[in-house]
């Protein structure tokens, strides 16, 4: 049974959002403000967090509002710690009770305050496990990992018994690269649907896998494939370790479909564009989201390097083809 979670087909079902370029989906980085200090992540803040730049749930709702306006069907929230938001349940509840599908990007780390009658009426939640050794966790996070594993395992239950759909990930850093089938198989016993892999971007001169640490992700990730089956399914994604500023499409179809929305209410042409102030569109305390949708211009896709969208943006590339050849011979 094919498993379509990641599929990079999707917009063959938004065909009349993609020739308009009116976005689908929202990512929505609700807080900067996270209980972790992981290596390499871009989204924290530390001791530049600044408390007054969090949206209140005034501007949580009108932003969400002005989002539907445009079109816009699913949000995924995410941070930051999107749970540690003040006003987390009320603004999910909100946005539940005006239709949007709604997804959760976490940490777990407080999975034992979720609501289950709120959290268990989203389309997804998906928990990012940095590490699956105590010590290696510590080191990764900068947190105590104090029964970490073992928490998520037993709230899983709850709203696994509802129905949710419920993923986990792992950005593969140099220090958990002997953490995979661990982390592989305590996700499939955990109840987990499916379970990911991520990487660390890569930038000469700052950080790039060395052959022998690709070796060990390949041969690591192949002696977990036997784990997928109809219930459980693994996502390498081992395209997305590449580094390469050559395209194979013109246009970056998957950034007219999703809108990115950081803490501070700003807009970005993409998610790995996040906090690149070159790649900021607008600020929505400032604009309408509407006005800045209109006037963002094409995405330039020859300064791109690692494009999370590859896949999609081809297949999107063919979806928008004037005079495609021989579409009968199927």
Known sequence: MPNFEYSPYKAVHHLDA??????VSACWLITHRCNQKCEGCYNYKGDDFDPASEPNLRDL??????L??????AISLTGGEPTLHKHF?????????EGFDVGLITNGTTIV?????????????????NAMRP??????????PMMYWERIKH???????KGCWLGSSMILRPSVLYDITHFAQWSKDAGFDTCRFGYMIEKPGLFQYTPGQKGVIKEQLASISELSDETFHIYPFLDRMKLSSEKDFSHC?????????????????CGPKQNDPNAMLGNLREQSLGDIWESRGSQDVSHCQVCWANSKNIFMQYLMEPNPKHINFV
């Open 61 to 66: 709702k009108r932003v969400a509002l002005e």
């Open 135 to 144: 010590e290696t966790y510590e080191m990764v996070c900068k947190h105590n």
């Open 89 to 97: 349940h009320k603004f999910s509840k909100f946005l539940l009770d």
């Open 253 to 269: 179809y998957a950034s007219d479909l999703v809108v990115v929305i950081s803490a501070d209410l700003s807009l970005y042409r």
């Open 18 to 23: 993609l020739k308009a370029g009116n976005p």
């Open 68 to 73: 539907k306006d445009l079109g816009v069907k």
């Open 113 to 129: 305050d979720w609501q289950p009658d709120i959290l268990s009426r989203f389309k997804y939640i998906r928990i990012s496990i």
């Open 155 to 161: 709230y899983l239950s709850t709203f696994k018994a």
